[in-house]
Structures are given as structure tokens and as C-alpha cells.
T-cell receptor, first 113, second 116 residues
Framework: KNQVEQSPQSLIILEGKNCTLQ??????????LRWYKQDTGRGPVSLTIMTFSENTKSNGRYTATLDADTKQSSLHITASQLSDSASYIC????????????FGTGTRLQVTL | DGGITQSPKYLFRKEGQNVTLSCEQNLNHDAMYWYRQDPGQGLRLIYY???????QKGDIAEGYSVSREKKESFPLTVTSAQKNPTAFYLC???????????????FGPGTRLLVL
């Protein structure tokens, strides 16, 4: 069964600090992996997308990495800001018989003063 | 101003009542989707449509119905057969090349449905 697991479930950090969120998946065959940011009570917004051949992708202070061999991804947030407080969702797509999106449950990040 | 709009933001349903959630997009996307989000769970696909007048069941279609009469609109009806409808409902759209799992989906702001 295709699964996407994220850790930690929740995280609290001080403004200005860095943090790293983890995503492990079992989706196979693999097509691509996306990270979305979801503010409370809003729809998710795409941050990055990586295919099998890419191992890093940046979007401002957000940097995603992908290790397709170990089926792991991480999202690193640099110099956090209060506006980074949100849920971050990892979404993995497969191909062929696994051609669908599998959503992780998300990591809830709170940035405090 | 392009994007996806959902209405209402909050919706209350009485027992035995059908309610309809609106989703409109002006992105000229062919594909549209409905998801349900519950606390502690990943998004689950209810229905999707790749083209006007055609739609397919997702993983949790029971108790829901949809229509796709216009490219811009994909309303979702939560019927009385859905016994646990309280959730956050998200509509999304993508370009619609046919490889839906490969396309970036753009989400609306969501509708929160509560049961009275």
C-alpha cells in the first residue's frame, strides 16, 4: 500500500531559527514529490516539486531535498519567520499502477517570538 | 485575478439534508478535484473530473455526488447518505493533460462543513 509518513507531527521554533521537516514514502513506481504549505483554514499552496532525477530544489528560504534510493525527502526552512507558521504537506505521485497522489498527514509548524 | 473560489466558507447541515458546495475556477483548467480533509489524516480524493460532462469516483465517493456542466464549475453535493460529513472540503484544479498524477494542483480556500 502506498504511504507517505511525515515527521515530526508538530514543531515549535523561535523566529529566526532553521528547521527541517521529514517525509518518508513507499510509493512505487515513483514519479514526483511535492511540498505544499497550508495556512490554517486555507487551501494548500505548492512550494516545490521534484522528479526522480532531482535531489534538491529551492524556493526562497525553503529548500527541499530528495533521496529516491532511500525514499526520503526533507524540507529545510532557513531563518524562520512568523508567517512560516502553517502545516507542511508532502505529496507523492506514482506512475503506472501507482498513478495517483498520496498525501502525508502534514507537519504543523509554529514559529514564535 | 485568476484562481479558484469556494463558497460558502462555512456551511451547516441539518440531519437528513443535502447541501451543495460551490467551486469555480478561471484558470482555464480542464481537470478539477474534490478532497476531504480530516484532523490527523491526509487529504482524501472524493471525485475528480478530467473534462466537462465527465467525472470519476475517488477513494471516498460514497454519500457524495458531483456534476461538471461547465469547465469553470464543479459543485459537490453532500447527501444525507454521508453519515459523517463534518470536515474541511477542498476543491482543486490542474491543467488536465490526462496524466493527473503528474500535474500541480491548485487549491481553493476550502469550505468547512459542520453538522447541527
Amino acid at each position: 500500500k502506498n504511504q507517505v509518513e511525515q515527521s515530526p507531527q508538530s514543531l515549535i521554533i523561535l523566529e529566526g531559527k532553521n528547521c527541517t521537516l521529514q517525509c518518508n514514502y513507499t510509493v512505487s513506481p515513483f514519479s514526483n514529490l511535492r511540498w505544499y504549505k497550508q495556512d490554517t483554514g486555507r487551501g494548500p499552496v505548492s512550494l516545490t516539486i521534484m522528479t526522480f532525477s532531482e535531489n534538491t530544489k529551492s524556493n526562497g528560504r525553503y529548500t527541499a531535498t530528495l533521496d529516491a534510493d532511500t525514499k526520503q525527502s526533507s524540507l529545510h526552512i532557513t531563518a524562520s519567520q512568523l508567517s512560516d507558521s502553517a502545516s507542511y504537506i508532502c505529496v507523492v505521485s506514482g506512475t503506472g499502477t501507482a498513478s495517483k497522489l498520496t498525501f502525508g498527514t502534514g507537519t504543523r509548524l509554529q514559529v514564535t517570538l | 485575478d485568476g484562481g479558484i473560489t469556494q463558497s460558502p466558507k462555512y456551511l451547516f447541515r441539518k440531519e437528513g439534508q443535502n447541501v451543495t458546495l460551490s467551486c469555480e475556477q478561471n484558470l482555464n483548467h480542464d481537470a478539477m478535484y474534490w478532497y476531504r480533509q480530516d484532523p490527523g489524516q491526509g487529504l482524501r480524493l472524493i471525485y475528480y473530473s478530467q473534462i466537462v460532462n465527465d467525472f470519476q469516483k475517488g477513494d471516498i465517493a460514497e454519500g457524495y455526488s458531483v456534476s461538471r456542466e461547465k469547465k469553470e464549475s464543479f459543485p459537490l453535493t453532500v447527501t444525507s447518505a454521508q453519515k459523517n460529513p463534518t470536515a474541511f472540503y477542498l476543491c482543486a484544479s490542474s491543467i488536465g493533460t490526462g496524466a493527473r498524477a503528474q500535474e500541480t494542483q491548485y487549491f481553493g480556500p476550502g469550505t468547512r462543513l459542520l453538522v447541527l
